[in-house]
């Protein structure tokens, strides 16, 4: 394990982005100190130029690495991120030492974001309402088809023996990372959720918890 306190964190973040949102919580459950520097987003999903020179695809999050004895290393994607982060700070592990046990929540980590959140992504649901003229009725029917496609699923995983109060066992891991901002924007999005009893009731455990709260959009 390095030593952290030689180690500066930069975020690139955006409060409502669902991917940032997943390396709050994992800074936050790891202890870390960040500073955050808002990538504005508001009205599109284009980002500056300035800021495509650091994250050519202009997308959040970035975390910028400023370690001493080395140079400065920008780090995109969130779950490259949040795992980078779990080798930085192996303690509380948002993984898991067992091979099967971490398969399993990569499991559930790569349906969320491999298979429901690319399709819900802002760009996605932008493209389809400003270039293909798709009206909103219809792009919120696209929105809540692939979260039921994908909740349906989860939940039938979440009944395995092997989940506890969380997503996997009795302590947060990656995948409860990822899950709770998804969530979020399934109610944001006025999705229908009452047939998810174990997303939900493991969604709430969560957010009782410091590092979910202050990771929150309103939070932020």
Request: with cysteine; hydrophobic share 35%; glycine share 2%.
């Amino acid at each position: 394990m390095r030593n952290t306190e030689q180690i500066s964190l930069t975020l690139y973040d955006y409060p409502r982005s669902s991917a940032a949102y997943r390396v709050r919580i994992a800074l936050n459950l790891k202890g870390l100190q960040y500073q955050s520097k808002r990538v504005n987003l508001l009205e599109s999903e284009e980002a500056s130029d300035e800021y495509k020179l650091l994250n050519p695809q202009g997308l959040v999050p970035a975390l910028l690495v400023r370690e001493a004895g080395r140079g400065d290393v920008v780090l995109t994607q969130s779950l490259a991120i949040c795992e980078y982060l779990d080798e930085l700070k192996p303690t509380p592990t948002i993984l898991h030492q067992d091979a099967l046990a971490k398969a399993r929540i990569r499991s559930f980590v790569q349906l969320i974001c491999s298979d429901i959140h690319p399709l819900n992504n802002l760009r996605v649901l932008n493209y389809l309402e400003d270039e293909l003229s798709v009206n909103k009725e219809a792009k919120m029917t696209w929105y809540r088809h692939w979260i039921t496609e994908g909740f349906d699923a989860l939940e039938k995983h979440l009944n395995e023996d092997e989940t506890g109060d969380f997503c996997h066992q009795n302590q947060p891991t990656l995948a409860d990372i990822c899950m709770v901002p998804q969530v979020y924007n399934a109610k944001r999005f006025d999705c229908d959720l009452s047939t998810y009893p174990k997303i939900v009731a493991i969604a709430q455990r969560c957010n009782q918890f410091p590092a979910f709260i202050k990771a929150q959009p309103e939070s932020m």
